[in-house]
């Protein structure tokens, strides 16, 4: 049993040990807690309708390919019913997992990159920098989202041409995900750039510096990794909320009518007047889809937020 | 003296500056001592004027040896070393007549680009509080590449496979280098900050209390290892820390400071067993003596002066016990003896040559020890030890016959190993 194991192996063989066990026990420690557990399902679940759509459901349909009477309630051929076209909620609403999903996962991408980089830059060069960006994100935290879109959409709109597209996506979509981004970037900035301003006065930041190693070297590498608990707790909350918002805008009618989100469907529901003609089963299934996806995103958050974080930590 | 051929002191540069991983820096004196440390007065400007943290401190450092800097906290020990390489807060400024020579090119004259070039690269610093230095996100290995690959430019799996070598030099299994700090007991984190320190191959190595905070049996092993690396590597190392028992097992020399200022420089087995400035009679006092019977240790009484309003003249004269008239009056200029011990205190006027005043205007308290000082081997003594160090041969030290004692008994008659 005395083989000899090349040193590169054993650092490598250690690498993975390491790596293994710190997995394992963050499992663990998130694993005993149930309300995070049921949130990780109900995402899964979620993200397997986004990702194929038509495999469970079928093609979208459109009002040409709609294959029921309009506003049936549910019954064995439509499970939940069919909207004022003849189209199967049940389909529309398995299709608008897959953009509404889309969107906040855009929107957060962009409120995460842009929350952190700004967060990170104010907090650790300070001084003047700080005050600027800071200023700025106080103008951004107190701009209402809905009227900056109703602004930003027709702009934007006007200048690309609607209908046009943007890497396959169309520029609806985009408006929608830049409005979400560029309004709730703020409070990410704000919550990163605390972390950064605590973090920056360790031992080791001042060593790092001792060392040689520049400004941007710093907060990349030392700043930016010791905030990593914040933001990735803050990403699954900054999703929850980029897809209510997404809803809210689609409902008061700034969606992409061609691509049914949740919202769009509502808003469709509200234009067909489905609740005065009492179609419950076009509210509701879209509803309850928001609700839960929210709520999932939400749990999961708070379960990351008590996982990742060592002082919220209980010991068991 | 004037052969260098058969000065220890010139040896033992040669062999180590012959021993460097790459040329010295283009500037370099060859034939300079490695670092001489000139009037260095540090400054920190405050809301209510200025303090003189470090004030018209001087001292040198030889290839291979160790210095250690004693005093109480606050003293400008740390403050001292960082000011070396101008590791300062935003408000503390070195003054103009400072000089920090290394290899003769002086790093206080250096704008900040220029001696970062120097930074780590040439003085490196083991930090106190290893937890802190370390970045608890990162692996050991990538942060003691970290130095390697910004300051030699080298490609990552090369950094990698060097922070490797430089863990197993520091005792340390390599593939621990892939555990996050938390992973590791403290002393094997402080001997990961030293394999940091020794990243770059430095010419010195600032030791900043690297030995705090860590239980007797680790600090037993980190300072056998400063001993090992210092003898194998031949690092020359200035080490702070207000534990004496450090110092008398690593150091050759050692700068005792109060308040800012130098209180007595010299061989440690010099100063430890015969101290003249009475701030070190009183700090070795206070050092307990497991030989002796008494159960109490002395004190020194008060406590350090607001640095922002120092008292006049000798620091020192509100709590010492041999303060005379003068001592409130005048700085005390630095006198050096023959065993090349400098200390800066009223009782040894210049010219004194090491015999005390006799007539100090409190109660008689000194006593001229009649064979103090001279008696030891002219000059020559400081510098011979410390090459015989360098070899890794022990040197008794000198008996306790010299010892200068007060009537009241500071110190008891100790040799050096009564502190280790």
């Known amino acids: 049993m005395t083989t000899e194991v090349l040193p590169e192996a054993a650092i490598r063989n250690e690498r993975l040990r390491l790596r293994l066990k710190s997995i394992r026990s963050f499992w663990r420690r998130f694993a005993a807690r149930p309300d995070g557990v049921i949130g990780v399902v109900v995402l899964i679940f979620f993200s397997i309708l986004a990702i194929a759509p038509g495999f469970f459901v079928g093609p979208l349909q459109t009002v040409i390919t709609a294959t029921g009477l309009p506003l049936d309630p549910p019954s064995t051929a439509h499970w939940l019913g069919t909207d004022e076209l003849g189209r199967d909620i049940l389909n529309l609403t398995v299709h608008g997992t897959r953009i509404s999903m889309f969107i906040g996962l855009l929107a957060t991408v962009i409120t995460i990159l842009l929350g952190a980089m700004i967060g990170i830059v104010s907090g650790y060069v300070g001084g003047r920098t700080d005050t600027f960006l800071m200023r700025v994100t106080d103008f951004f935290l107190v701009l209402p989202t809905f009227v900056l879109a109703l602004i930003l959409a027709p702009i934007i709109l006007d200048i690309v041409g609607a209908g046009s597209e943007v890497f396959g996506i169309r520029v609806t979509l985009i408006v929608i995900v830049i409005v979400i981004g560029i309004t709730s970037w703020a409070s990410t900035a704000r919550i990163i750039r605390s972390q950064t301003l605590s973090v920056k006065e360790r031992a080791f930041v001042g060593r790092a510096r001792v060392i040689g190693s520049g400004g941007g070297h710093i907060m990349w590498r030392h700043i930016l990794p010791n905030t990593m608990n914040l933001i990735v707790a803050n990403t699954v909350l900054v999703f929850g909320g980029a897809i209510l918002t997404e809803t809210t805008l689609s409902f008061i009618g700034l969606g992409d009518p061609f691509a049914p989100s949740w919202g769009e469907i509502l808003n469709a529901a509200e234009s067909a007047g489905a609740m005065g003609l009492g179609a419950w089963w076009y509210v509701v299934p879209p509803s309850v889809c928001i609700v839960l996806v929210v709520l999932a995103f939400t749990l999961v958050g708070s379960a990351l937020d008590d996982v990742l974080n060592p002082r919220l930590r209980v010991r068991r | 003296m004037t052969d260098p051929m058969t000065d220890p002191v010139l040896d033992a540069q040669a062999i180590i500056r012959g021993r460097r991983a790459w040329p010295l820096p283009k500037q370099a004196d060859p034939n300079a001592p490695l670092l001489v440390v000139e009037h260095l007065t540090t400054r920190f400007k405050m809301a209510g004027g200025s303090i003189k943290a470090v004030d018209d401190v001087s001292f040198t450092l030889n290839d291979g040896e ?355």
């Open chain 2, 66 to 420: 160790a210095l250690g800097i004693a005093g109480e906290s606050g003293c400008g020990k740390t403050t001292t070393a960082l000011s070396l390489v101008r590791l300062l807060p935003a408000n503390g400024r070195i003054g103009k007549d400072s000089s920090v020579k290394l290899f003769g090119i002086d790093l206080a004259k250096k704008s900040e680009d220029a001696l970062r070039r120097y930074r780590w690269r040439e003085i490196s610093i083991i930090f106190q509080g290893a937890m802190n230095a370390l970045n608890p996100v990162r692996r050991i290995n990538e942060q003691i590449a970290e130095p390697i690959e910004l300051r030699l430019k080298a490609d990552k799996a090369d950094a990698l496979k060097r922070a490797g070598e430089l863990l197993e030099l520091v005792g340390i299994p390599a593939r621990r280098g892939q555990a996050y700090p938390h992973e590791l007991s403290g002393g094997m984190r402080q001997r990961a900050m030293i394999a940091m320190a020794l990243a770059c191959d430095p010419a010195v190595v600032i030791g900043d209390e690297p030995t705090t905070a860590l239980d007797v049996m680790v600090q037993a092993q980190i300072l056998e290892l400063l001993e090992r690396l210092r003898r194998e590597l031949g690092l020359s190392l200035i080490l702070i820390t207000h534990d004496l028992s450090v110092i008398a097992e690593t150091c050759d020399r050692v700068m005792v400071m109060y308040a800012g200022k130098v209180a007595e420089e010299g061989a440690v087995s010099v100063i430890f067993t015969t101290p003249r400035h009475p701030y070190t009679q009183k700090l070795i006092g206070a050092f307990p003596n497991i030989h002796a019977d008494r159960r109490t240790l002395d004190v020194i009484p008060g406590s350090p002066p607001d640095l922002r309003e120092p008292p006049p003249g000798c620091r020192f004269h509100p709590r010492c016990p041999f303060a005379m008239a003068v001592c409130s009056v005048e700085v005390p200029p630095e006198v050096t003896f023959a065993d090349g011990v400098r200390v800066a205190c009223h009782l040894y006027p210049p010219g004194s040559d090491g015999l005390p005043i006799t007539e100090p205007t409190k109660d008689a308290l000194v006593q001229p020890a009649d064979s103090a000082g001279p008696g030891l081997g002219a000059g020559v003594f400081g510098d011979e030890e410390f090459a015989l160090e360098l070899r890794g041969e022990t040197v008794e030290p000198e008996s306790a016959e010299h010892t200068f004692s007060p009537s009241h008994g500071l110190t008891d008659d100790r040799s050096l190993d009564d502190f280790k």
